[in-house]
């Protein structure tokens, strides 16, 4: 499939054209819009509003408002039958402007917006008041919360006697993606993406795919080899021909926005790149040719690590036009700071990954060494750099603790020790841990299994971590102590020759990715998704998907299902060669502009507004829907406020402000 | 009667169920949902709030529910199940039983005067037997469809019903319906079930009047519950001190469930944290053997119900015995005091249940099934959702226990191999 | 320009943006975090929208404080946070010039999961605008006009 072609210019121009279409369409709506009908319907929510709010009073005071030809209450306005009271209401009483007293917007406004669609009215006729979060839940006192909600109320039926039906701003999409991060995740995006028909583009910036799954030796809970995982979703991405991949690559910056991204990237000398083809039998590459060994990631980088780089091998930029971006950056280990349970002191501490790799290449059958000492005992601490406390770790490099829990190393470590047990039964393996938080199909049977293989456990509490010190002449090189709840708090010590950190998963820095488009991140450090119960792959840019642990910490099954879903989401916006914005934008009303250009030097995004020449000589100012961003700093400098923004003009802000003092003011009837 | 065609046939109407379907409407495709319950929503629709944000479960499934009942691409067969499937070349064909409400659903406005005029109460389900309802009856107050049904096994044959009914749509001889269907893809999203109580004889059995099945909690915390309040089934007393007992249906060999069902750490946090915002001066106890914590922002919600005063035990509850003032005896034996045995006194107990399989796809379709009852994929780490069977996917809790977001996750990655297929039904 | 002295319940307009102040507002709802209800919200993409005008009108008018609460750093439009910190500097000097305390215009930032500093912001303009209306009233009672 041939790269999608990608004019920004000829886009802007047809967004022109359509920007043109709607500016005509408030005029043309004026007519329309000049008899107000409101409705207004407050809700009970089921108590979570009426035990505090007197909904029927604020009802009541609602049919008074000018403006209003019908105010109702509802058990559950987002009902089926709830929503259907307006429905009928627009049907019947020509309501043509609707107001819903009820919880967040965040919550209902598509719900409601639906409504209006359904029954033939424009869904930007519609407001909400908040009463719920904003009232209900935050004041206690029935009297100053009824008033309070009436206020709100008389402000929303002030700005939707105001509002002007609207169109979404429809941008071109292009049929591609850009996925960032080959690892588990990425891959998974990538050849999803693919597979439905979409150009996909991979970036990695390491050298090798295959993420930090490259380093393991085999998978909990069935103990399937890593390199199975990675050959399955790596050959499957390298042999795809709609995939393009550039190892060694990082992104310099993202330019545009959903439908129409462009990404700077910045590939090394050493990255290499396979091209989209045609089809798959023109695809150069076979998995013969790329394959690695364990622990050595997989990718084309990797054998071609010893060679010198060949003269004509030289770094490069490149640019790519996507219609959506899948983050896929993973996550970083915890580096524990020098002294943490002896780490950086003390040469037998080491972190769980590291025992992974030593594990696996201790040779059967003999005592297990390490730095040429026997090894008879293994600890495991759990909980390095997770579930962290205030005033007992040290913050890290942003000056926070991790307080969250990083999900995989209970059952990650119990494998380990489980392996270690098996491999060499001589060797004791101790785990010290808070919680046992083996939670995930399959993985109980881990702790089972430790159990039967004589694993012992202590039992520490987070605010009294375990003490490590050398063992000065002792048997074991190294010495741990905890509380053990275990044994009801008693002082337990135990001598080890390994001692095993499971460290946790921090936030990856998502560099220029992040910055370039501003991406929002949660208290934990990690990306942050739009609602962590009902949308954990979108985020607030819209265009921009998060698969995998760049999110949150997750094992390899939940990596590749929030790829898949952040592929499914990436793909519903652009299988229909559109996307479509919400129409909050600017708009200037060419009657009351005089061409002073206040707007054009405030703006402070390039290109959103010019300067156009009208047949008649005049000068007046232009807005560029597709660019603009709708944040209203021309509104406020405009001589004649001749600009306003589409859906939260000025004037409607104005009469808010009266509603809600005229409301503060009166002596309360309610 | 002629096959129907759909793209895809969604075997559940649950939060997975409706997120796959949303999903591949949104991209083009024609999906059919089959509910066996008279309403989609699934076990969320009847939650009180969710972990760990506290957004209220109504208010956020209600949506979805909404969007999948409007979208002129899904088509919703509730109070359905599906009969048979046959595999084809391109997918399967098949028959749902359409059962039969009694009650004509296209003409039904739910205006619910049959409901007012029906004689028979019996006690409603939804509310965890707590509460009665009628046996003609819309399911609940936000059920979609909001359709009646009549439950004829309680049903008398009054004839009150047919008489004030404004639309004349009360059919009392109405059969069951069969409609033979013809699908490229399946999506098996059937949820799960409680884990048994009954079986549990150490904890009572599910004959003690207040120990409580943690779905009957969340209908007692929800704003629109039973009785509004948190009051004890056995003679409505506000109770003064609660607990929870961890691990009631997980991790217990000797019931056959020797996996974690993952949710309940977190549900009973939340129950509890809920409890003390409607009982301020009530005692709150959870008795556990680990705090699975693990989810984004799960820890620091265990922390905030820390330092709101609930009491986190590490102890093993042996036994549950009902007190002479119907109170709950519990027996424990505290790891966290020297392992000693105690018996404290709770006015009421939730038991933490765990999330057990739904036995129904295994006759259905021959998917790989586990030990544990949950159905196997041959590619647990990489490909999830895709099962042994082509054109079959698995979405939500029918892979194995797991919470609403990773359910959401996986349900939109269902509908993502659904794509990859590429061929359109 | 005086606040009306008979106001016992001085409002206060809150102007929170849609990204962030507006979804810690509900996040304090959702908390059940109480504070006093003589304050109302209005959800603004971005407050940089309002004109100076807009500020002096809203005082004039009666509202008795003001608190912006923009995204800060965090504003998804680029450009909007420094024409927005640049025009409150402006206005607080011109409530000056007007005789009003330019402490009754806050610009502060809060973000989606702010909510202690979102009730810290309502809870000290609130305390404010009491002590500032108390005062009016005493000096309204004691006879001289300010």
Redesign the interface.
């Known amino acids: 499939m041939a790269e999608p072609t990608h004019e920004p210019q000829a886009k802007a121009d047809e967004a022109q054209a359509e920007a043109d279409e709607t500016q005509a369409k408030p005029n043309e709506a004026q007519a329309e819009a000049d008899e107000p009908r409101v409705g207004v319907y407050v809700c009970y929510c089921g108590g979570n509003i009426s035990d505090v709010v007197d909904v029927e009073a604020v009802a009541a005071e609602a049919a008074k408002l000018p403006g209003v030809v019908t105010a109702k209450t509802n058990m559950f306005m987002c009902s089926d039958p709830g929503q259907q009271v307006i429905a009928d209401d627009i049907a019947e009483l020509g309501v043509n402007r609707v107001v819903v007293a009820s919880c967040a917007p965040s919550l209902h406004q598509t719900t409601f917006q639906g409504v209006l669609e359904r029954s033939g009215l424009n869904p930007y006729l519609y407001e909400n008041a908040n009463i719920r979060e904003q009232v209900s839940w935050t004041h206690h006192d029935r009297a100053e919360a009824t008033k309070k909600a009436s206020a709100l109320v008389s402000a929303a039926v002030a700005k939707a006697s105001r509002l002007e039906p609207l169109e979404p701003v429809e941008i071109p999409a292009a049929p591609a993606v850009a996925v960032v991060g080959g690892g588990v995740a990425g891959l998974r995006a990538a050849t999803d993406l693919a597979k439905a028909g979409l150009a996909v583009t991979l970036i990695e910036k390491e050298l090798t795919l295959g993420g930090t799954v490259a380093r393991l030796d085999n998978l909990f809970p069935y103990s399937e080899p890593a390199e199975d995982v990675l050959c399955r979703l790596c050959e499957e991405a390298l042999a795809d021909p709609r995939i393009t991949v550039h190892t060694g690559t990082v992104v310099e910056s993202v330019e545009g926005y959903v439908g129409a991204f462009t990404l700077h990237l910045e590939q090394q000398a050493r990255g290499r790149t396979v091209e989209a083809t045609p089809d798959a039998d023109s695809r150069e590459i076979t998995s013969l040719d790329w394959r690695c060994e364990a622990f050595r990631g997989y990718g084309p980088g990797e054998a071609f690590a010893d060679e010198p780089v060949a003269a004509d091998d030289a770094a490069r930029a490149l640019s790519v036009p996507v219609g959506a971006i899948v983050a896929a950056t993973g996550f970083d280990l915890y580096v524990p700071p020098e002294g943490e349970y002896g780490y950086g002191r003390l040469p037998q501490v080491i972190t769980l990954l590291d025992f992974i790799e030593w594990l696996s290449k201790q040779p059967e059958g003999s005592v297990p060494t390490f730095n040429g000492q026997p090894v008879r005992a293994v600890g495991f601490i759990h909980c390095v750099g997770s579930r962290q406390v205030e005033g007992v770790h040290e913050p890290g490099p942003n000056g926070r603790i991790n307080e969250h829990c990083s999900r995989v190393c209970c059952t990650a470590t119990l494998h380990c020790a489980c392996d270690l047990r098996d491999k060499f039964p001589d060797v004791v393996a101790y785990e010290f841990y808070q919680d046992i938080r083996a939670y995930g199909r399959g993985h109980e049977e881990h702790y089972d299994r430790a159990s039967l293989a004589n694993v012992i456990f202590l039992q520490y509490d987070g605010a009294q971590p375990p003490k490590v010190v050398a063992g000065e002449g002792d048997d074991h090189p190294v010495l741990v102590s905890c509380l053990d709840g275990l044994t009801w708090g008693e002082e337990v010590e135990v001598g080890v020759d390994l001692l095993v950190l499971a460290v946790g998963m921090v936030a990856a820095d998502v560099g220029n990715l992040a910055t370039s488009l501003k991406l929002p991140v949660s208290a934990d450090g990690f990306l942050q998704e739009v609602h962590p119960k009902l949308r954990p792959v979108e985020q607030a840019v819209n265009g921009v998907l998060l698969a995998g642990t760049c999110q949150a910490p997750k094992d390899v099954t939940e990596s590749c299902a929030s790829a898949s879903a952040a592929a499914a989401k990436a793909y519903g916006l652009l299988a229909s060669g559109e996307v479509k914005l919400d129409p909050y934008v600017a708009h200037v009303d060419p009657e009351l502009c005089e061409g002073h250009a206040a707007c054009v030097e405030e703006c402070p995004v390039d290109r959103a507004i010019a300067m156009e020449d009208y047949p008649d000589g005049s000068r007046k100012a232009m807005v560029n829907p597709a660019i603009c961003t709708g944040c209203g700093a021309c509104v406020a400098v405009c001589p004649t406020q001749a600009i306003d923004l589409s859906g939260w003009t000025l004037e409607a802000y104005e009469a808010m402000v009266d509603a809600l003092l005229l409301s503060h003011s009166e002596v309360s009837a309610l | 009667m002629n096959a129907v065609h759909y793209d895809t046939l969604i075997i559940g109407g649950g939060i997975a169920g409706l997120q796959a379907a949303l999903d591949l409407a949104d991209q083009g495709r024609e999906v059919l949902i089959v509910e066996r319950q008279p309403s989609i929503g699934g076990a969320m629709i009847g939650l009180s709030k969710v972990f760990p944000t506290l957004d209220c479960s109504s208010c956020i499934t209600t949506p979805k529910m909404a969007a999948a009942a409007h979208h002129h691409r899904i088509t919703i067969f509730s109070y359905s199940e599906v009969e048979d499937l046959t595999p084809h070349e391109g997918g399967y064909t098949g028959t749902v039983r359409r059962k039969a409400r009694f009650v004509d659903e296209a003409a039904c406005i739910g205006c619910r005067q049959c409901e007012y005029a029906c004689p028979c109460e019996v006690p409603d389900e939804f509310e965890g037997g707590l509460g009665a309802r009628r046996a003609a009856y819309v399911p609940f107050g936000n059920a979609i469809p909001q359709v009646a049904l009549i439950d004829m096994a309680s049903c008398t044959l009054c004839g009150r019903c047919a008489q004030v009914c404004p639309k004349d749509c009360i059919v009392y001889d109405q059969q069951d319906e069969l409609v033979p269907v013809d699908v490229a893809h399946v999506i098996v999203a059937t949820g799960w079930q409680l884990t048994s109580a009954a079986s549990k004889a150490e904890y009572g059995g599910a004959a003690i009047a207040n120990v409580l099945s943690p779905l009957t909690m969340e209908r007692l915390l929800a704003p629109h519950g039973p009785y509004g309040h948190v009051v004890r089934p056995a003679d409505g007393k506000e109770p003064a001190s609660i607990a929870w007992v961890q691990c009631a249906g997980s991790r217990d060999k000797s019931l056959g469930v020797p996996y974690c069902s993952r949710v309940c750490c977190m549900y009973a946090i939340k129950q509890a944290m809920l409890t003390s915002g409607s009982l301020p001066f009530a005692d709150l106890t959870i008795y556990y053997m680990d705090i699975r914590a693990f989810g984004k922002g799960y820890e620091e919600f265990y922390r905030s119900a820390k330092a709101m005063g609930i009491e986190f035990v590490k102890a093993k509850v042996g036994r549950l015995e009902e007190a002479a003032d119907r109170s709950v005896d519990v027996h424990i034996e505290n790891i966290n005091d020297r392992g000693q045995s105690e018996v404290r006194n709770h006015d009421m107990v939730v038991l933490s249940l765990g999330m057990a399989a739904v036995p129904d796809t295994r006759e259905l379709l021959p998917l790989a099934i586990g030990d544990d009852g949950f159905i196997d994929v041959p590619h647990p780490k990489d490909a999830p959702c895709r099962t042994s069977l082509p054109h079959v996917c698995v979405a939500g809790t029918a892979s194995a226990p797991m919470d609403i977001v990773d359910a959401i996750a996986e349900a939109s990655a269902a509908a993502m191999e659904v794509c990859r297929e590429g061929d359109r039904g | 320009m005086h606040p009306?002295p008979e106001?016992t319940?001085p409002?206060i307009?809150v102007l929170a943006t849609s990204?962030c102040a507006y979804?810690a507002?509900?996040a304090?709802?959702?908390?059940?975090?109480?504070?006093?209800?003589?304050t109302?919200?209005?959800?603004?993409?971005?407050p940089?929208?309002?004109?100076?005008s807009?500020y002096y009108?809203?005082f004039e008018?009666?509202?008795a404080g003001i608190i912006v609460m923009s995204c800060g750093h965090?504003c998804?439009?680029?450009?909007?946070f420094e024409?927005l910190t640049k025009?409150i500097d402006r206005v607080k000097m011109g409530l000056k010039e007007r005789g009003l305390d330019p402490a009754r215009l806050r610009l502060t930032a809060v973000c989606?999961?702010c909510t202690k500093a979102y009730l810290k912001e309502i809870n000290a303009m609130d305390a404010l605008v009491r002590a500032a209306a108390s005062a009016a009233a005493v000096t309204a009672d004691g006879g001289d006009a300010t």
């Open positions: 009306a106001q319940e409002p307009l990204s979804i507002a509900d304090v709802g959702q908390a059940h975090l109480e504070h006093p209800a003589n109302y919200v209005m959800r603004v993409p971005a940089v929208v309002f004109p100076d807009f009108d809203c008018k009666g509202f965090e998804p439009y680029p450009g909007a024409r025009r989606t999961v």
